[in-house]
């Protein structure tokens, strides 16, 4: 595990059958996110199998956090596009801004799992929320967010 998102989430994850595997698929993910990020990439695809995975292991953590959690991660997520930003890229740099600020903090672990839940929200909806045109001044999340 070399992402700091990572060994974060490692920290405060419950043990289950499924923790090892999930670890390395969000460590997987971050990488891929990466090269997206300075629009070098395309949006990631999600297999059914990583996509269970994740469910299995988030569902047991949703509603765990609270108001401020969301506040604090939908800070680095809820962002305009700008006229010139690659949809894409912007919303991959803004999943990679919240993981590098939110795991050196020792965020508490409803803050962690609710980024983990956007994280998944964001790349299963195959690219939806970063392919809302620059120019349409849309939020990315939509009305009401994920």
Known sequence: MSHALT????????ASRDRDAY????EARL????????GRGRWPRVS???RALARRVLRRLEGVWDDGDENLVRGFLDKWLGPSEEP???????LLRAAAALAPIHS???TLYFLLWEMESMLTSSGELAR?????GV????PGGC
């Open 31 to 38: 990488r891929t996110l990466e090269p997206v990020a300075k």
């Open 139 to 142: 939020n990315r999340s939509g």
């Open 7 to 14: 060994r974060a989430v490692a920290r405060v994850l419950p």
């Open 88 to 94: 894409a890229a912007a919303a991959a740099r803004s």
């Open 23 to 26: 670890l390395a698929l969000l």
């Open 108 to 110: 508490r672990p409803g």
């Open 132 to 136: 809302i045109p620059a120019q349409s």
């Open 48 to 50: 059914r199998q990583q």
